[in-house]
């Protein structure tokens, strides 16, 4: 099982964290109160790096999909 680097504790997975876009419909219902119906699905926004953060530390460890595969299958130290 692979260590974090920060923290050295074993760890099985990393928590991964991505800005996305998603769409809404805002209205006002009429009870008077805000309504949000989602209308589409989430998409990456460009230019802000995945994150991927160790459980038990919260560090970022890695912002690349391919390192933090790696990692967990024990070929990246």
């Not at 680097?5 to 964290?17: A, M």
């Not at 998409?43 to 970022?60: L, Q, S, T, W």
Request: proline share 5%.
């Amino acid at each position: 099982m692979p260590k974090c680097p920060k923290c050295g504790k074993e760890i099985d997975y990393l928590w991964n964290y991505l800005a996305v876009w998603e769409e809404y419909k805002l209205t006002i219902g009429r009870d008077g109160y805000e309504q949000y119906e989602f209308i589409d699905d989430s998409a990456p926004v460009d230019g802000i790096d995945n994150e991927y953060v160790c459980p038990e530390c919260h560090k970022v460890l890695f912002t690349d999909d391919e390192d933090a595969i790696n990692f967990l299958k024990g070929n990246i130290k």
